[in-house]
């Protein structure tokens, strides 16, 4: 029998896979690109599944199970930082995990994010004021149409709100990401509303990463954005919209927003609630395999015998209606193998 990619995903969905192959080291993890480069095969690669939207027809080629476990720790010249280098197949909140405990500063604020570490530069990863690009120092990626491994510096990945260099396109494989972190007990200064007073700091104030790793896990639980596999609200790709940006004078009255360089941020939470799709959507219009979640309507759910097909149905009725109230258009911000919304 072929192997699902709904066993592979957090959606638990998505049809067949041709072939299946597992990465346990990055030498492995190029040779098997490169081989299936050459020979004409298609490559998708997976690695914790969780920002995947993929067809119910699955996928004709390979797939490559990304599970690189490396880890390496060096200090900088000064001593007062540590430079981490993560192979892509180390899982992202161990990772965290592991800097809150070592005292490494920087990441405690992006704690519970699913997926692993070589898929966090790819949408520029990032919660509660903080992303990967604050503390990325360097990365090593394989570029498909050359077949050269090449070290990159952050001023090339393109960095943006959640996008970067490789977010729409399937030419490079990030093999490992080195973050630089200041050697502290404290995480950076806390400018998110909900996290510092949760925290009982002022926003701009610093607080000790251990109680922001704890209070955001508290929180992301609170919304379904900690996998449980007995929760159906945590069987999502998290956020399926991406926050908007507008022009500024375009912000519909009473949403919340953002000043970002020139353009404003609108919230798609929002959005979505004041367009007529509370929590729990779906699963009162007979829609009850895909719903919203009932946590967090920025989360299209699985129930539990869902098809990819009817998510997207879902998510063109949320987008549309959306569009139609606001005239704001949401994308995804999930990736969409063999689908379009």
């Given at each position: 029998m072929p192997e699902l990619?709904?066993?592979?995903?957090?959606?638990?969905?998505?049809?067949?896979?041709?072939?299946?192959?597992?990465a346990v080291g990055t030498a492995e993890l190029v040779e098997l690109v490169r081989d299936a480069d050459a020979a004409g095969d298609p490559v998708l690669i997976v690695g914790g599944g969780s920002n995947l939207v993929v067809s119910d027809d699955g996928w004709p080629g390979l797939v490559v199970l990304v599970r690189s476990p490396g880890l390496t720790a060096d200090a900088d010249e000064s001593g007062e930082h540590v430079l981490v280098t993560a192979e892509a197949g180390v899982v992202w909140d161990s990772l965290v995990a592991q800097s809150v405990a070592e005292e490494w500063s920087g990441l405690a604020s992006m704690s519970g994010i699913p997926g692993l570490t070589g898929a966090t530069p790819v949408q520029n990863v990032g919660a509660y004021g903080s992303e990967v690009a604050d503390v990325i120092s360097g990365l090593t990626v394989l570029d498909r149409q050359t077949g050269e491994v090449e070290a990159w510096g952050p001023e090339r990945c393109g960095f943006g709100f959640r996008t970067s260099a490789f977010k729409h396109t399937d030419r490079y494989v990030v093999l490992d990401v080195t973050f630089r972190l200041l050697r502290s007990?404290?995480?950076?200064?806390?400018?998110?509303?909900?996290?510092?007073?949760?925290?009982?700091?002022?926003?701009?104030?610093?607080?000790?990463?251990?109680?922001?790793?704890?209070?955001?896990?508290?929180?992301?639980?609170?919304?379904?954005?900690?996998?449980?596999a007995a929760d159906h609200d945590t069987w999502s790709v998290g956020s399926f919209f991406v926050n908007p940006f507008v022009a500024p004078g375009a912000v519909p009255d009473g949403c919340p927003s953002w000043a970002v360089d020139d353009r404003i941020k609108l919230s798609a939470a929002w959005l979505i609630e004041?367009?007529?799709?509370?929590?729990?959507?779906?699963?009162?219009?007979?829609?009850?395999?895909?719903?919203?979640?009932?946590?967090?309507?920025?989360?299209?759910?699985?129930?539990?015998?869902?098809?990819?097909?009817?998510?997207?149905?879902?998510?063109?009725?949320?987008?549309?209606?959306?569009?139609?109230?606001?005239?704001?258009?949401?994308?995804?911000?999930?990736?969409?193998?063999?689908?379009?919304?």
């Open positions: 990619l709904a066993d592979l995903t957090t959606l638990r969905l998505g049809g067949p896979a041709a072939r299946v192959a597992t007990p404290d995480a950076p200064p806390v400018h998110y509303l909900e996290l510092a007073r949760r925290l009982g700091v002022e926003p701009g104030d610093p607080a000790p990463s251990a109680a922001v790793r704890d209070t955001v896990l508290l929180l992301r639980a609170g919304k379904g954005m900690v996998l449980d004041n367009a007529g799709f509370g929590k729990g959507f779906g699963l009162d219009v007979g829609r009850g395999s895909i719903a919203l979640s009932t946590k967090h309507t920025l989360a299209l759910t699985n129930r539990g015998d869902a098809t990819t097909t009817e998510l997207l149905e879902l998510a063109r009725v949320i987008r549309d209606g959306v569009e139609a109230r606001f005239g704001v258009r949401l994308r995804p911000e999930a990736h969409l193998v063999g689908v379009e919304l």
